[in-house]
């Protein structure tokens, strides 16, 4: 799949590595912008108080699935929107997904230390959803369908939870969400 990666950081950096190792085309762009007219999806992952910056710099994302990682940590969402995410669909106008934003970048390199496929929650449009769940995969998680983008600010707030854990002692972590027979 030929995918553009927004933001050249931590999240948007080794994911992009990731999938470039699942087989993958990945154009990095940076916050400055770029052209992604020949992508057929577009990770986001800039920090989420700055992102309508580089989504004005980017041109060709008109309708393209749209994949937003950011987190909004000490920042509201843009005026007149629940979310990030809900604001990346209004300027793209294509399917759009909220994901790889409950997850630490820190431990890309290590997701094939577990004993376990760990988890990706994911929450946005139906037609996000075979694009979204197989890029999951292809980064080494097993997607958790958490379910319509009207969730995705729900799924920023819990960023405060992983948060929460990691400096409660465990540091940066990994999780699974499955049924009792998968665990």
């Known amino acids: 799949m030929k995918l553009a990666v927004v933001g050249?950081?931590?999240?948007?950096?080794?994911?992009?590595?990731?999938?470039e190792r699942a087989g993958h085309e990945v154009?990095?762009?940076?916050?400055?912008?770029?052209?992604?007219?020949?992508?057929?999806?577009?990770?986001?992952?800039?920090?989420?108080?700055?992102?309508?910056?580089?989504?004005d710099n980017v041109q060709g994302i008109d309708?393209?699935?749209?994949?937003?990682?950011?987190?909004?940590?000490?920042?509201?969402?843009?005026?007149?929107?629940?979310?990030?995410?809900?604001?990346v669909k209004s300027r793209t106008n294509g399917p759009t997904a909220k994901s790889f934003n409950t997850n630490f970048a820190a431990l890309y390199n290590r997701i094939g230390e577990a004993d376990s496929i760990p988890s990706n929650m994911w929450c946005g449009d139906?037609?996000?959803?075979?694009?979204v769940e197989q890029l999951n995969r292809d980064a080494g998680y097993e997607p958790v369908y958490t379910g319509a983008l009207e969730n995705?600010?729900?799924q920023?707030?819990?960023i405060h939870l992983t948060m929460g854990i990691s400096r409660g002692g465990m540091g940066p972590f990994l999780y699974r969400i499955a049924s009792p027979d998968q665990l």
């Open 8 to 19: 050249r950081g931590r999240i948007g950096g080794g994911l992009a590595d990731l999938w």
């Open 27 to 55: 154009a990095r762009i940076g916050r400055e912008g770029g052209d992604v007219s020949d992508a057929e999806a577009v990770l986001v992952a800039v920090p989420g108080g700055a992102i309508a910056g580089p989504l």
């Open 152 to 154: 995705a600010a729900a």
């Open 126 to 131: 139906e037609e996000a959803r075979q694009v």
């Open 63 to 87: 309708g393209k699935t749209v994949i937003d990682a950011t987190n909004l940590v000490g920042v509201a969402p843009p005026e007149g929107f629940s979310s990030n995410a809900q604001f």
């Open 156 to 158: 920023e707030n819990f």
